[in-house]
């Protein structure tokens, strides 16, 4: 009796493959940072849908004071913060869009790499141009009378351009995290 009897059960399984550093994704291995971070981006894009409506929707007939002017293109500060805002607005509809199809397709629309510098870089100039609306707001908030409808749509206007700069900044840090993850690991 030869202890060499090969059993059909014994057959030598091949090692599991070794990850490669080359193929690292973050996408699919994080799903919560993914839902984290979409979430984010919805937040930013209600709370810039809210700034660019409550500027939008002063009506100048409601006004009781007619000697002050009562729309936002009277104030130069008022247009920056609503431009900075329209742009926060579509580049954030646009990495909405972007994350659902990277949930949906597995991330065929932009290469990883490709979107965590895209996302890296305008999370910081959105975030930039949030708070310097925010800032300019303040200017022509001083400026305005009180009474007049154009001063309380611009202190919510500024409100809301202020929470979307938190959320923005908080967005632009889990996209600073992974962009220094894909560089470091």
């Known amino acids: 009796m030869s202890s060499a009897a090969v059993s059909p ?40 849908a809210a700034t660019l409506l409550s500027l939008a929707a002063t009506s100048p007939t409601n006004s009781t004071l007619k000697k002050h002017s009562t729309t936002f293109w009277d104030y130069s500060q008022l247009v920056y913060c609503f431009t900075a805002n329209i742009l926060v607005f579509v580049y954030t509809l646009f990495q909405l869009f972007k994350g659902i199809c990277d949930i949906a397709h597995r991330g065929i629309f932009i290469s990883d790499k490709a979107s965590d510098y895209i996302s890296f870089i305008l999370d910081q100039l959105a975030g930039y141009l949030l708070v310097s609306a925010s800032s300019v707001a303040v200017q022509a908030i001083q400026q305005m009378h009180n009474g007049i409808p154009l001063r309380k749509a611009a202190i919510v206007s500024l409100c809301t351009s202020f929470a979307s700069f938190v959320v923005v900044a908080a967005s632009a840090l889990l996209s600073g995290y992974r962009f220094c993850k894909r560089i470091i690991w």
């Not at 399984?13 to 981006?41: D, G, I």
């Open 9 to 48: 059960f014994s057959q030598a399984q091949p090692p599991p493959p070794t990850p490669s550093p080359l193929s690292f994704s973050v996408t699919s291995s994080q799903p919560p940072f993914l839902t984290a971070n979409l979430f984010l981006r919805f937040l930013t894009l209600v709370l810039s």
